[in-house]
């Protein structure tokens, strides 16, 4: 088997196979690149931008950019690590995230990943948008609120449960998520629990009903943990 | 057009399946022709693609949801937008449009009551050298004036069937005032595939290396490099894809050269599809140009019964054939991927990349997509040699570029220069006095004060896509900056966070610099926002879509400054504006129902 | 700690549209108070009763801004303290009283004086004591400038403590993991 070769993140060598992306081998050798769209079980989307990283002087997303030999990425970095907290606190800015009332709080990617980029406030003017719940499924709720549009159940939907249950719909600051259903509606559509797309919400937009705050503060996910030593929320639900 | 009925409906999607074909990949051309036929998409229209096409009802709602000139509620018989390039902003566009709602008796943004009319705006419609413009059930008007509107609205309220407008207001000029190396031919010839068939596609891929010809669209990526890819790549299928969609703010030439070169741009898809071995080719015409297709669809009928098209063409021993895919409305288009998957019947969504359109395009097909002008200058080339085409240019940048020249000038229309010629030498010949600023390659593009004039056009000074808009010292380059803050808004296709978030922060604080709200702090977080998108978004709309502030915060402070509040911070909104709602119900308006602006202590 | 005697730090504190938590939090840093006596002095805040402030060195504000009252309460904060402070969900990001910002403002007072069960002599109240609320409400550096932001609902007493004795001894503030949370 021919030697793997290696790039630096952060200085520290890591090795790749070739096709691999910056992600997947960072990932592979243990390396935490804070991400929220990416998810190993699904081809790389490269929209939500948290994984940015500088390889060879040039801003690349890691879960898209093929890894090269004896490439310099930085990923710590102040200027990175600046440049990503703008990125969460535009995703905060344009939904609705209000943790203390959302169940999914302690055990969300996209604050587990602010948490871990050590983001403090949102900066930017909120947009305080009016979107919908749909609490038609019975097994479900879809808060649009918290959707931060990196389309993993619109992947999961069409890819593994062959379904396409779900779409991005609209273009630009009125991009949203629809639903493939006569009426629009969750539960007049032909998504079910068992769903794949039912279990890789990052955030608490696609949230199974009938369990929530079964696990008390200060033990959740990531309540004592950063992501960057736990994992991903989809990862930690299958374990 | 309220309720079509039932069996209308069917009849129309039928006659389009007929037509088209039942391809997934053709739901959006398929939409498009419902969307003319009864000025909306009726859902039972949905109900029978998605039963045609196999795809979901969610994709087709999604679809129409992104495209501007699809719609899910009917829009008037007839559906009216002006054009809201700068340059038509300059020529009294929003007059016009007030001046025509009031004759119609309605608010501009809207469809009349009784459902005959709607009138709003939409993005540079590529006729800003003879602005201002609008599009008419999709059909371009031109030279708008006072007595023009006037006669419209005539025409509107007594239910003239829009083939008996008036033939001259539909008349679009060429205005071809300085032919170059390109444009002072004329002639087809099909010379170029003469010398396909004769000296084989090897020698001609050589001859357009030689000449060193990049892409026109603005990137300059090499052409037979490109090319080269494409053939290489392994996938037996290849596609050639010509981008006719011409959506930078202030460009036109490609208007130009489907109307007079057609036979040429096709000449030159052809000779790419026999050198990469194709036989599937599209044209992505922008729907604003729709007025083109039936001039462009007799050129491909000519040209396949010449045997230039179709079985055998060109004697090459390839079949190879064009069809015509139409836009509807999306300046994201331009961009190939997102051209790509809108020939796919997608939302135009930009693709990542690796892996790149030369080796897996549309359909997951190696494809070549290149400019109009492109194919045009690579049919010349195969013709008279790549020396020819060197023979102009700088050493980097070879041939000639042709400008679409708008704005304050004497002569607005279409230049032909050899690369390297100066902003001073084009300012001259297109009569352009007291000058303060050009913006060179559209709304992306380069914004351009007095002492860079004697810059050139070239990829490495000044590389464009053809874009020039002249201001002279007349203009409030604020207004320029609105207009295109609110096009990047409007046109961010949605899929990546600092082009979709970033967008909309940015022109919500250029509106308030030019409300007179903003504080020096609010400029730091333009340039903040403008940092992450320049850096961090997904595709290249994102990345130069903040240029414009960046440019003239940096070279035009005093647009900026002069409209700065004193204070060092204000607050995000109108705090006074913000308790109305408050006043209207509880009926009060006494002193502590207002909110003063913040005078210190 | 620097034993050398110096000045006590001016601090004042306000609650906006807020619920008091983050007060109550504050005084859960329990005996760590009799440290902080040491080292600051109250100025206006709902602890003394003291009404109006005077110049300061540290403003806390909880709570976000959602009418006029808490406009201009946050306004003379930000005129008479140094280093003001956005403490807690709702005034760094609006928080639970945001909620209403999905729903129109007629749709929220309706709701409360004219369609909700059980009430009489239903109106929407248009005294001018009354402070007329804004039609959303939003977090406070929306409205003025904020030197720094202390997240969480509330943020833990360990979290305030690690603020405030970090700020007073002039060093960055840098919190442990368990210490920053937006719930």
Same mark, same amino acid.
């Given at each position: 088997m021919a030697e793997h070769s290696t790039f630096r993140l952060d200085g520290r060598p890591i090795p790749f196979a070739p096709g691999q992306t910056i992600m997947d081998a960072a990932l592979a050798a243990g390396a935490y690149i804070p991400h929220l769209?990416?998810?190993?079980?699904?081809?790389?989307?490269?929209?939500?931008?948290?994984?940015?990283?500088?390889? !060879?002087?040039?801003?690349?997303?890691?879960?898209?950019?093929?890894?090269?030999? !004896?490439?310099?990425?930085?990923?710590?970095?102040?200027?990175?690590?600046?440049?990503?907290?703008?990125?969460?606190?535009?995703?905060?800015?344009?939904g609705n995230h209000v943790c203390p009332a959302c169940e999914k709080s302690g055990a969300c990617q996209l604050q587990a990943v602010a948490y871990d980029c050590g983001m403090l406030e949102p900066h930017f003017t909120h947009f305080f948008p009016r979107r919908a719940v749909d609490a038609s499924h019975p097994d479900v709720i879809l808060d649009y609120n918290r959707c931060i549009l990196c389309e993993l159940c619109v992947r999961a939907s069409r890819d593994q449960d062959g379904k396409r249950v779900f779409a991005i719909s609209g273009r630009g600051i009125g991009s949203r998520l629809i639903v493939d259903s006569p009426t629009g509606r969750l539960g007049d559509s032909r998504f079910a629990i068992t769903d794949k797309a039912a279990h890789v919400c990052p955030v608490g937009a696609i949230l199974p009903r009938r369990g929530g705050y079964r696990v008390p503060i200060g033990e959740r996910l990531y309540d004592r943990a950063p992501i960057s030593r736990v994992g991903d929320v989809a990862a930690n639900e299958e374990a | 057009m309220l309720n079509p009925s039932p069996s209308r409906i069917a009849a129309a999607v039928e006659r389009s399946l007929a037509r088209l074909g039942r391809d997934p990949s053709l739901v959006l051309q398929h939409l498009i022709a419902l969307q003319q036929t009864f000025s909306f998409v009726p859902p039972a229209g949905i109900d029978r693609l998605v039963a045609a096409l196999g795809v979901t009802r969610a994709q087709i709602l999604a679809a129409i949801d992104f495209y501007a000139f699809l719609h899910l509620a009917p829009r008037g018989d007839y559906d009216i937008l002006f054009s809201d390039n700068i340059t038509d902003r300059m020529l009294g566009n929003g007059r016009l449009m007030t001046q025509l709602c009031q004759l119609l008796g309605m608010s501009p943004g809207?469809?009349?009551?009784?459902?005959?009319?709607?009138?709003?705006?939409?993005?540079?419609?590529? =006729?800003?050298?003879?602005?201002?413009?609008?599009?008419?059930?999709?059909?371009?008007?031109?030279?708008?004036?006072?007595?023009?509107?006037?006669?419209?609205?005539?025409?509107?309220?007594?239910?003239?069937?829009?083939?008996?407008?008036?033939?001259?207001?539909?008349?679009?000029?060429?205005?071809?005032?300085?032919?170059?190396?390109?444009?002072?031919?004329?002639?087809?010839?099909?010379?170029?595939?003469?010398?396909?068939?004769?000296?084989?596609?090897?020698?001609?891929?050589?001859?357009?290396?030689?000449?060193?010809l990049r892409g026109r669209g603005g990137a300059g990526f090499t052409t037979a490099l490109k090319w080269r890819f494409c053939r290489e790549a392994a996938h037996p299928e290849k596609v050639v894809v010509c981008n006719a969609d011409e959506g930078e703010p202030g460009t036109f030439k490609d208007r130009v050269l489907l109307t007079s070169y057609a036979d040429l741009v096709f000449e030159g898809m052809t000779l790419c599809a026999g050198i990469i071995g194709a036989r599937e080719g599209f044209l992505y015409l922008r729907g604003e140009y729709r007025y083109l297709l039936e001039h462009l669809e007799a050129v491909l009928q000519r040209r396949r019964e010449q045997g230039l098209l179709g079985q055998g063409m060109a004697d090459t021993g390839t079949d190879f054939d064009i069809r015509i895919h139409l836009g509807a409305g999306a300046y994201i288009c331009g961009e190939e991927s997102a051209l790509i998957e809108?020939?796919?019947?997608?939302?135009?969504?930009?693709?990542?990349?690796?892996?790149?359109?030369?080796?897996?395009?549309?359909?997951?097909?190696?494809?070549?997509?290149?400019?109009?002008?492109? /194919?045009?200058?690579?049919?010349?080339?195969?013709?008279?040699?790549?020396?020819?085409?060197?023979?102009?240019?700088?050493?980097?940048?070879?041939?000639?570029?042709?400008?679409?020249?708008?704005?304050?000038?004497?002569?607005?229309?279409?230049?032909?220069?050899? /690369?390297?010629?100066?902003?001073?030498?084009?300012?001259?010949?297109?009569?352009?006095?007291?000058?303060?600023?050009?913006?060179?390659?559209?709304?992306?593009?380069?914004?351009?004060?007095?002492?860079?004039?004697?810059?050139?056009?070239?990829?490495?000074?000044?590389?464009?896509?053809?874009? /020039?808009?002249?201001?002279?010292?007349?203009?409030?380059?604020?207004?320029?900056?609105?207009?295109?803050?609110?096009?990047?808004?409007?046109?961010?296709?949605?899929?990546?966070?600092?082009?979709?978030?970033?967008?909309?922060?940015?022109?919500?604080?250029?509106?308030?610099?030019?409300?007179?709200?903003?504080?020096?702090?609010?400029?730091?977080?333009?340039?903040?926002?403008?940092?992450? =998108?320049?850096?961090?978004?997904?595709?290249?709309?994102?990345?130069?879509?903040?240029?414009?502030?960046?440019?003239?915060?940096?070279?035009?402070?005093?647009?900026?400054?002069?409209?700065?509040?004193?204070?060092?911070?204000?607050?995000?909104?109108?705090?006074?504006?913000?308790?109305?709602?408050?006043?209207?119900?509880?009926?009060?308006?006494?002193?502590?129902?207002?909110?003063?602006?913040?005078?210190?202590? | 700690m620097d034993t050398r005697v110096r000045p006590k730090l001016r601090v004042a504190t306000t609650s906006l549209a807020g619920c008091f938590g983050c007060h109550m939090s504050l005084l859960d840093i329990d005996e760590r108070l009799i440290d902080l006596v040491e080292l600051v002095e109250l100025d206006r805040t709902p602890l003394t009763d003291i009404k109006t402030i005077g110049d300061c060195d540290l403003g806390l504000i909880e709570g976000g801004v959602g009418n006029a009252e808490n406009v201009e309460v946050l306004r003379t904060f930000r005129h008479h303290c140094k280093v003001l402070v956005a403490v807690g969900a709702c005034a760094v990001n609006g928080?639970?009283?945001?909620?209403?910002?999905?729903?129109?403002?007629?749709?929220?007072?309706?709701?409360?004086?004219?369609?909700?069960?059980?009430?009489?002599?239903?109106?929407?109240?248009?005294? *001018?004591?009354?402070?007329?609320?804004?039609?959303?409400?939003?977090?406070?550096?929306?409205?003025?400038?904020?030197?720094?932001?202390?997240?969480?609902?509330?943020?833990?007493?360990?979290?305030?403590?690690?603020?405030?004795?970090?700020?007073?001894?002039?060093? *960055?503030?840098?919190?442990?993991?368990?210490?920053?949370?937006?719930?």
């Amino acid at each position: 088997m021919a030697e793997h070769s290696t790039f630096r993140l952060d200085g520290r060598p890591i090795p790749f196979a070739p096709g691999q992306t910056i992600m997947d081998a960072a990932l592979a050798a243990g390396a935490y690149i804070p991400h929220l769209c990416h998810h190993p079980e699904f081809a790389p989307h490269g929209s939500c931008r948290v994984c940015v990283v500088c390889a !060879d002087g040039r801003e690349v997303s890691a879960c898209t950019a093929p890894a090269a030999k !004896d490439m310099e990425v930085e990923s710590q970095s102040e200027s990175i690590r600046a440049l990503r907290v703008s990125i969460l606190q535009m995703l905060f800015v344009e939904g609705n995230h209000v943790c203390p009332a959302c169940e999914k709080s302690g055990a969300c990617q996209l604050q587990a990943v602010a948490y871990d980029c050590g983001m403090l406030e949102p900066h930017f003017t909120h947009f305080f948008p009016r979107r919908a719940v749909d609490a038609s499924h019975p097994d479900v709720i879809l808060d649009y609120n918290r959707c931060i549009l990196c389309e993993l159940c619109v992947r999961a939907s069409r890819d593994q449960d062959g379904k396409r249950v779900f779409a991005i719909s609209g273009r630009g600051i009125g991009s949203r998520l629809i639903v493939d259903s006569p009426t629009g509606r969750l539960g007049d559509s032909r998504f079910a629990i068992t769903d794949k797309a039912a279990h890789v919400c990052p955030v608490g937009a696609i949230l199974p009903r009938r369990g929530g705050y079964r696990v008390p503060i200060g033990e959740r996910l990531y309540d004592r943990a950063p992501i960057s030593r736990v994992g991903d929320v989809a990862a930690n639900e299958e374990a | 057009m309220l309720n079509p009925s039932p069996s209308r409906i069917a009849a129309a999607v039928e006659r389009s399946l007929a037509r088209l074909g039942r391809d997934p990949s053709l739901v959006l051309q398929h939409l498009i022709a419902l969307q003319q036929t009864f000025s909306f998409v009726p859902p039972a229209g949905i109900d029978r693609l998605v039963a045609a096409l196999g795809v979901t009802r969610a994709q087709i709602l999604a679809a129409i949801d992104f495209y501007a000139f699809l719609h899910l509620a009917p829009r008037g018989d007839y559906d009216i937008l002006f054009s809201d390039n700068i340059t038509d902003r300059m020529l009294g566009n929003g007059r016009l449009m007030t001046q025509l709602c009031q004759l119609l008796g309605m608010s501009p943004g809207s469809t009349r009551a009784d459902g005959l009319v709607s009138v709003g705006l939409t993005s540079c419609t590529g =006729m800003c050298d003879q602005a201002p413009a609008m599009l008419v059930n999709g059909l371009a008007l031109t030279r708008l004036d006072d007595a023009r509107i006037r006669r419209i609205a005539a025409l509107v309220d007594t239910r003239v069937p829009l083939p008996h407008w008036p033939q001259a207001f539909f008349a679009v000029s060429n205005n071809v005032h300085r032919p170059g190396l390109l444009l002072s031919d004329l002639e087809p010839r099909d010379a170029g595939l003469a010398a396909l068939r004769q000296q084989g596609p090897d020698a001609v891929l050589a001859e357009i290396e030689r000449a060193g010809l990049r892409g026109r669209g603005g990137a300059g990526f090499t052409t037979a490099l490109k090319w080269r890819f494409c053939r290489e790549a392994a996938h037996p299928e290849k596609v050639v894809v010509c981008n006719a969609d011409e959506g930078e703010p202030g460009t036109f030439k490609d208007r130009v050269l489907l109307t007079s070169y057609a036979d040429l741009v096709f000449e030159g898809m052809t000779l790419c599809a026999g050198i990469i071995g194709a036989r599937e080719g599209f044209l992505y015409l922008r729907g604003e140009y729709r007025y083109l297709l039936e001039h462009l669809e007799a050129v491909l009928q000519r040209r396949r019964e010449q045997g230039l098209l179709g079985q055998g063409m060109a004697d090459t021993g390839t079949d190879f054939d064009i069809r015509i895919h139409l836009g509807a409305g999306a300046y994201i288009c331009g961009e190939e991927s997102a051209l790509i998957e809108s020939l796919e019947g997608k939302r135009g969504v930009t693709r990542k990349r690796p892996p790149f359109p030369v080796t897996e395009g549309y359909l997951e097909r190696p494809t070549v997509v290149n400019n109009v002008e492109t /194919f045009l200058a690579a049919a010349r080339i195969a013709e008279h040699g790549g020396y020819w085409f060197r023979s102009e240019g700088t050493d980097r940048s070879a041939g000639s570029k042709i400008l679409s020249v708008s704005g304050d000038c004497e002569r607005p229309g279409i230049y032909e220069y050899p /690369f390297g010629t100066s902003i001073a030498r084009v300012l001259g010949d297109c009569g352009a006095q007291r000058t303060q600023a050009v913006q060179v390659s559209g709304a992306a593009g380069a914004t351009l004060g007095v002492d860079e004039f004697q810059r050139v056009l070239a990829f490495e000074d000044l590389p464009t896509a053809g874009s /020039f808009m002249v201001f002279d010292d007349s203009r409030d380059l604020m207004e320029m900056v609105r207009n295109f803050a609110d096009f990047f808004v409007h046109e961010s296709c949605g899929f990546c966070t600092p082009c979709r978030v970033g967008g909309k922060l940015l022109r919500d604080l250029v509106e308030k610099v030019a409300a007179r709200k903003a504080s020096r702090h609010d400029l730091d977080e333009m340039r903040r926002i403008a940092d992450v =998108m320049r850096r961090a978004s997904h595709c290249g709309l994102g990345h130069t879509a903040p240029n414009h502030v960046l440019n003239t915060l940096d070279k035009f402070p005093q647009i900026y400054a002069s409209r700065l509040a004193s204070a060092d911070h204000t607050p995000a909104f109108d705090l006074d504006a913000a308790l109305a709602e408050a006043r209207a119900l509880t009926g009060r308006d006494d002193v502590g129902a207002h909110i003063a602006a913040d005078v210190g202590c | 700690m620097d034993t050398r005697v110096r000045p006590k730090l001016r601090v004042a504190t306000t609650s906006l549209a807020g619920c008091f938590g983050c007060h109550m939090s504050l005084l859960d840093i329990d005996e760590r108070l009799i440290d902080l006596v040491e080292l600051v002095e109250l100025d206006r805040t709902p602890l003394t009763d003291i009404k109006t402030i005077g110049d300061c060195d540290l403003g806390l504000i909880e709570g976000g801004v959602g009418n006029a009252e808490n406009v201009e309460v946050l306004r003379t904060f930000r005129h008479h303290c140094k280093v003001l402070v956005a403490v807690g969900a709702c005034a760094v990001n609006g928080g639970i009283p945001a909620m209403r910002n999905s729903f129109a403002l007629s749709d929220c007072l309706e709701e409360a004086y004219i369609d909700g069960v059980g009430l009489y002599n239903q109106g929407i109240p248009n005294d *001018p004591e009354l402070p007329l609320l804004l039609s959303q409400v939003h977090p406070i550096h929306e409205v003025v400038k904020v030197d720094y932001f202390l997240p969480g609902c509330p943020p833990s007493a360990d979290a305030i403590w690690t603020f405030l004795t970090e700020l007073l001894a002039g060093k *960055p503030i840098g919190f442990p993991y368990t210490q920053i949370h937006y719930d």
